[in-house]
C-alpha cells in the first residue's frame, strides 16, 4: 500500500543513523507500509444498527502481515470526532516508545483531522500479535491482528498449515460503549456489560438477527490450520473451543510454546493464542466454534453469553446444510479450575532456534497489590459505587490518574510535575489479602497518584502481581508494554517469598506480555530492562484501566549509543 511521503516518512526513510543505530529493519527484512483511516462507519448487529469508529471502513480491521525483524510503517489519519491513539500489542519496540501508542503515557492523542505516523520495529516477536485503540473505549471496533511470519529462510518449529486463520474475539454493545465511559465516570460507577461476545466481529446464530452474518470457516478434510486467536474483548476472560476436535496450541503472545492438545482454551484480553486444527473428522459436517464467558468473580455482573462461528467441510456437500454441532467441552462460565489447568500448561518451546533466557539474578524485587477500591464522592455529589463512593481501583494502594500531558514527553524533555518517580516496590500495609470472608470497609478505599517506576539500564527486575478480595477476588490480565516477560512462577492464596521462589519454573516458563494473574492468588514475572523509555503497565479490563489500576515504568538509557531511546520523531502530535 502507498504512503505519502510527509516530513516524518522522510525522516524515518532517510539514510540517517540514530544514536549510531540505523532506523531501517534488520538485514535480509522488509519495510512495510500501511495506511490507517479512522473513520465512522454503520454496522448491524443483534438487529440495530449504530455507528463506530473503524479503520479503512472494517469491523475488525485489517490485518498487519510481516516477517520477523520487519520494519512497519503506518500512517493514521483521523477522520473520525474524537481523540484517538494506536497501540501495538506484544511488539517490544526496542527504543522507541514514541510509537507505542498509550494516550497520555507515550504521547498526545492524534486530533480529529491529523494525522501521526508509526513506526512498529519488530525485533524477536514471531506468531501472532495485534494492534488497538489506546483511547478510552475505542478498542472495542479499532483492533485487528498482526500475523509475524517466521523470517526467510527459516520455517514454523512444526508442519506448516495449510491455512493460517486469524480468530478475533471480541464484544459487542448496543449502545455507544463511550457515551456509557462517560456516564460511568460522570458518576462513579460500574460500566454497563457488553450485550454479545463475538468471533471476527459476529455474535453467531445464537442471537437473534445473527444468522446470515455467523463467521464461517471452510476447511477440507485431512488438512491442518492455524488459528491466530486474540481476545479483543474489554472485559471478559473467555473460554474456546472447536466443537468435535481437539486443538494443539503452539504459540502465545509471539512467541512459540511446546505443542500440546486440548480440548478448549482459556484466554485473557490481550493475550494470544496460536493453535493447530486438524480437519480429521471423517463424517465431515458442520462444528460450532464457540467463545464464553469465564467469570472468576460471581459478585459482578458480566456478559454470559456464547458467541459461535461455524467449520464446515467443503467435501461433504450434504454436511453442509446440516445444523451444527454444539461443543459438548466448553466450561461452564465459573470453571475456574478448568482455567487454572489450561494454563498450567504453557510453556516455552525451548528449541536451538528458539531459546529459553530466564535471568536468575534479580536485582529489583516488587510485590504489587491487585485490588478494586472507592474514592469518596465529593460533597453534594451522588455516585454509583459501593457504599454511595465513588468506584476505582489501584496497585499498591495508588490508582493512577493520567496527566494533561504525555509522560514521556514530560521524562524526555525533563518537564517537571507531570509525574512522581515513587511508585512503592511494596503495599503500604500487609494483612490476609485473599481472605475473602474478611473485607472490612476499612480497606476499600484508595488515594490517587500518577506515580512511576524508574529502573537503571539492564536491570533484572522481578514483578509478583498479588491479587486481593477487597470489593471480590477476580483473574487479572496484567499487561507491560517495551517487554515480553517470563512468567516463572503462579499460585493461590499469598505470595510467600520465602518458600514459593523454590516452586519457580527457570527452565521453560512462558514467554508472554500479558499474564492472568489467577483469582485469589498471585503470578511472577521476570524481565531484564534493556529496553530505554517510558512503559505503560496495567490490567486488561479496560474499565479498571478507566478506574486506575496502572503504572509505568521509566527505564533509563544504558551507556552504548545502542542502549539509549531514540529521539522523537517530528510530528509528535501536541496536547
Request: proline letters at 8%; a negative charge.
Amino acid at each position: 500500500m502507498g504512503v505519502a511521503k510527509t516530513p516524518a516518512v522522510l525522516w524515518l526513510l532517510g539514510a540517517v543513523l540514530v544514536l549510531g543505530v540505523s532506523v531501517s529493519p534488520a538485514q535480509g527484512a522488509k519495510t512495510r507500509y500501511h495506511d490507517f483511516f479512522i473513520k465512522e462507519s454503520n454496522y448491524t448487529r443483534l438487529c440495530k444498527e449504530r455507528t463506530v469508529l473503524t479503520v479503512n471502513g472494517q469491523f475488525p480491521g485489517p490485518t498487519i502481515y510481516a516477517r520477523k525483524g520487519d520494519l512497519v510503517i503506518v500512517n493514521v489519519y483521523n477522520q473520525g470526532d474524537k481523540n484517538i491513539t494506536i497501540h501495538w500489542h506484544g511488539v517490544d519496540q526496542p527504543r522507541n516508545p514514541w510509537s507505542d501508542g498509550p494516550e497520555y503515557i507515550t504521547q498526545c492523542p492524534i486530533r480529529p483531522g491529523g494525522n501521526f505516523t508509526y513506526r512498529v520495529i519488530l525485533s524477536e516477536e514471531e506468531g501472532t500479535l495485534w494492534w488497538h485503540a489506546h483511547s478510552d473505549f475505542d478498542r472495542t471496533t479499532i483492533h485487528g491482528a498482526i500475523v509475524i511470519h517466521p523470517k526467510l529462510g527459516t520455517t514454523f518449529p512444526f508442519v506448516k498449515p495449510h491455512k493460517e486463520i486469524p480468530v478475533i474475539l471480541g464484544e459487542w454493545w448496543n449502545a455507544d460503549v463511550n457515551h456509557l465511559l462517560e456516564e460511568a465516570e460522570r458518576i462513579g460507577g460500574e460500566i454497563n456489560i457488553s450485550d454479545a461476545n463475538t468471533i471476527n466481529g459476529q455474535p453467531g446464530d445464537l442471537f437473534p438477527c445473527s444468522k446470515a452474518g455467523t463467521y464461517k470457516i471452510p476447511v477440507q478434510h485431512g488438512k491442518t490450520y492455524l488459528l491466530r486467536i486474540i481476545n479483543a474483548g474489554l472485559s471478559n476472560d473467555l473460554f474456546f473451543s472447536v466443537a468435535g476436535h481437539n486443538l494443539t496450541v503452539v504459540g502465545t503472545d509471539g512467541h512459540y510454546t511446546k505443542p500440546f492438545a486440548v480440548k478448549h482454551i482459556m484466554i485473557a484480553p490481550g493475550q494470544t493464542m496460536d493453535a493447530l486444527l486438524e480437519a480429521n473428522r471423517g463424517d465431515g459436517g458442520r462444528y460450532y466454534m464457540a467463545a464464553r464467558t469465564f467469570a472468576s468473580n460471581p459478585n459482578i455482573e458480566v456478559n454470559n453469553s456464547t458467541a459461535t462461528a461455524i467449520v464446515e467441510y467443503m467435501d461433504d456437500a450434504p454436511g453442509r446444510t446440516a445444523p451444527p454441532e454444539f461443543p459438548t467441552n466448553l466450561p461452564g462460565v465459573n470453571d475456574i479450575d478448568s482455567a487454572t489447568a489450561y494454563t498450567a500448561q504453557l510453556r516455552s518451546l525451548g528449541s536451538k532456534d528458539h531459546p529459553v533466557d530466564v535471568p536468575r539474578q534479580v536485582d529489583e524485587h516488587m510485590l504489587v497489590t491487585i485490588a478494586v477500591n472507592v474514592l469518596p464522592c465529593a460533597p453534594n455529589e451522588t455516585c454509583g459505587g459501593p457504599d454511595g463512593n465513588r468506584q476505582a481501583a489501584s496497585l499498591n494502594n495508588v490508582s493512577f490518574v493520567n496527566p494533561s500531558v504525555d509522560i514521556l514527553g514530560a521524562y524526555y524533555r525533563s518537564v517537571r510535575g507531570v509525574f512522581d518517580a515513587d511508585f512503592p516496590n511494596k503495599p503500604p500495609f500487609f494483612f490476609n489479602f485473599t481472605d475473602v470472608d474478611n473485607d472490612p470497609v476499612e480497606r476499600w478505599a484508595t488515594k490517587r497518584g500518577t506515580k512511576v517506576k524508574v529502573v537503571e539500564y539492564g536491570a533484572v527486575v522481578e514483578v509478583v502481581f498479588q491479587d486481593t478480595s477487597i470489593l471480590g477476588a477476580e483473574n487479572h490480565p496484567m499487561h507491560l508494554h517495551g517487554f515480553t516477560f517470563y512468567v516463572v512462577g503462579r499460585g493461590f492464596g499469598n505470595f510467600d517469598e520465602q518458600k514459593d521462589p523454590a516452586t519457580y519454573n527457570l527452565v521453560d516458563p512462558p514467554h508472554q506480555n500479558t499474564v492472568s494473574v489467577p483469582k485469589a492468588g498471585w503470578a511472577a514475572i521476570r524481565f531484564r530492562a534493556a529496553n530505554p523509555g517510558v512503559w505503560f503497565m496495567h490490567c486488561h479490563f479496560d474499565r479498571h484501566v478507566v478506574w486506575g489500576m496502572s503504572t509505568v515504568f521509566i527505564v533509563k538509557d544504558g551507556k552504548a549509543p545502542e542502549a539509549k531511546m531514540m529521539p522523537p520523531p517530528p510530528n509528535m502530535p501536541t496536547c
